[in-house]
């Protein structure tokens, strides 16, 4: 699985939009991106995932750059209960599933 | 929420007894992981498995075995505890059948301390 690369902490004001960024420069043509969020004291929670389209779900939008290198994790009205550490991870999506490792992350603090 | 619990939520214990953690889902999903978290190191890969009595290493094995008798239930037992297996643990699930990626819903964690 490709490495991955997250700034160690960001702020966000709340009501406005987060924008976590992540870098896998090595990437695989067959590597999903995944996002995770924990929130303190609980399990990771599944945010979003792609290839190489741009997503949205209720939670977030991810953008991913056309060489995929690099994506971005948009929370597009940050609030208060969205402080948690964001996990950004790149792993081939198989029937061999999951074997995979989630690095430090990013610490976002949303202030009011 | 997918159904996982994870038993027990705290263990204190000490250094050479053995320790069981439980993870049990009700959602009948074929992949199960266990994993630890340390500050500094993120989420690790103990074990997994991919169904019943079926498992394989992760990225920290060493210490530890597991076993899947049943689909809801994988164990995870440190046969002789060391300070150094002092973590959060936690499990995970992945949806069935397989498809084009691998969503993973998380268990609430068990805090192990080995004194």
């Known amino acids: 699985d490709a490495k991955t690369t997250q700034p160690p902490s960001m702020d966000c ?3 406005r939009a987060a924008n976590l960024p992540c870098n896998h420069s090595t990437i695989s043509g067959n590597e999903y991106v995944y996002w995770y969020r924990q929130i303190h004291s609980q399990g990771p929670q599944y945010i979003i995932h792609g290839l190489k389209n741009n997503e949205t779900n209720e939670m977030a939008s991810l953008i991913i750059t056309e060489d995929r290198k690099s994506s ?3 929370l597009p009205h940050a609030t208060l209960r969205d402080t948690a550490v964001y996990y ?3 792993r081939v999506a198989s029937t061999n599933a999951g074997k995979s490792t989630f690095g430090d992350g990013t610490t976002l603090t949303v202030k009011p | ?3 996982i619990t994870q038993s027990p939520r705290h263990k204190v214990t000490e250094t050479g007894t053995p320790v069981t953690l439980r993870c049990h889902q009700t959602e009948n999903h074929r992949y199960m992981y266990w994993y630890r978290q340390d500050p500094g190191h993120g989420l690790r890969l103990i074990h997994y498995s991919y169904g019943v009595k ?8 060493d210490g530890y075995s597991v076993s899947r008798s049943k689909t809801e239930d994988f164990l995870l037992t440190l046969e002789s505890a060391t300070s150094s297996q002092t973590s959060v643990y936690f499990c995970a699930i ?3 059948p397989p498809s084009s990626y691998n969503e993973q819903f998380f268990g609430p964690g068990t805090r192990l301390t080995v004194l």
Do not use: F
């Open chain 1, 72 to 74: 971005t994790l948009i």
């Open chain 2, 1 to 3: 929420d997918a159904g």
């Open chain 1, 88 to 90: 950004c991870i790149v």
């Open chain 1, 13 to 15: 004001a709340e009501g």
């Open chain 2, 94 to 96: 992945s949806l069935t």
């Open chain 2, 54 to 61: 079926d498992t394989d290493k992760g990225e920290v094995s």
